[in-house]
């Protein structure tokens, strides 16, 4: 099975590369159906579990207990842990199906027990995420530099919080993935092939 | 003019995938070149010029006051940044070359405000490096792997204040690169293609 699971920064493309690469690679991609799976198996809106993911547990410790979630007296601390049970659930199940690119839901580490995903974080600097929210027709708009630089650190501090959930694997220190790319400058749909071709060496590679 | 300069931690193959890189290229390839050069140019033994550069000045201070080292009384730190001197010098006139790429020396640094430098850095986990440096002959003979583990930590502490000499910008730190690759459990040479193919779109989109 290969599996390919992208962390990236607000604004750095990576969703965008995930994507791209799935179709280079005819790999399945997820992303947003990591959401809308978990809303249709628990009855939440989507934006609920949206929105639960990003934030993390109301109070904000480690839980890294084996893989499944205990579930505290409290209704809403009840309804996160579901949420993030089901996440996990659906993650492995999906990776079940075969090859594909999964974007964000700290997959990497979710999955890196039973396969060997090959791990990608993807970034770029400021000015760089600015542009490319700004391009973007929703995100970002009415805000200036400096809200949407707040929205942009606030995006992945949630990513990171997120992340220490699952794991004590910070978010974005490359000794936690096998690939670190700056996409500052670029165009990513030019570097979809030389990913690929890396990405396929890399699987022949560990195989 | 592209130049790739290329960081790496010790026994990460970084050195070995910066020559490969350079011939699938046609591009220069300067490593120990630069060291000889700085030993010819001030009459200097190699094996003291690469000690000193590998330790950074006598007393730890970082020093980046523009492009020149200030020559102080001590006659040992006079020496030290003669060196340090001759090894800016010696890396601009090389990068006025040509295409090239540069292993080490905090090249990308020292380029990056006069060319655009495509900044590469190489790593990989402990028991990959512990490996790639038992596999060569000379390198950690008779250490125990502890001894070893102490030599590679040694030698990137070694380099990461090599670098705070040059620059504010942290050694190894990813925002610092515009690529990082962890070579754990992959044969350098595997890699070159794809790497390159992603060095001449990087070149390409960032002229």
């Given at each position: ?31 947003k159906e990591i ?30 207990f084996g893989h ?9 601390m009840q309804n ?128």
């Amino acid at each position: 099975m290969k599996i390919i699971t992208i962390s990236r920064e607000f604004g750095s493309g990576g969703r965008e590369l995930g994507k791209r690469l799935a179709d280079a690679l005819g790999f399945s991609y997820y992303d947003k159906e990591i959401i809308s799976a978990i809303a249709k198996e628990s009855n939440f809106d989507e934006q609920y579990v949206e929105e639960t993911l990003l934030r993390g547990l109301t109070p904000n410790y480690t839980l890294t207990f084996g893989h499944t979630f205990a579930f505290g007296p409290d209704p809403i601390m009840q309804n996160e842990l579901k949420i993030l049970n089901l996440q996990q659930e659906i993650i492995k199940e999906l990776a079940k199906k075969g090859n594909c690119v999964m974007v964000g839901r700290t997959s990497g580490s979710i999955l890196e027990e039973d396969y060997d995903p090959l791990k990608i974080f993807v970034y770029a600097d400021l000015a760089s995420k600015l542009d490319r929210c700004r391009s973007r027709a929703d995100a970002g708009e009415h805000l200036t530099d400096r809200e949407l630089e707040k929205k942009i650190r606030q995006i992945d501090e949630g990513r990171a919080r997120h992340q220490r959930l699952f794991t004590d694997k910070k978010w974005g220190a490359r000794e936690n993935y096998h690939l670190c790319i700056n996409t500052t400058g670029l165009e990513i749909k030019s570097i979809v092939p030389a990913v690929r071709d890396y990405a396929l060496t890399w699987f022949d590679q560990r195989s």
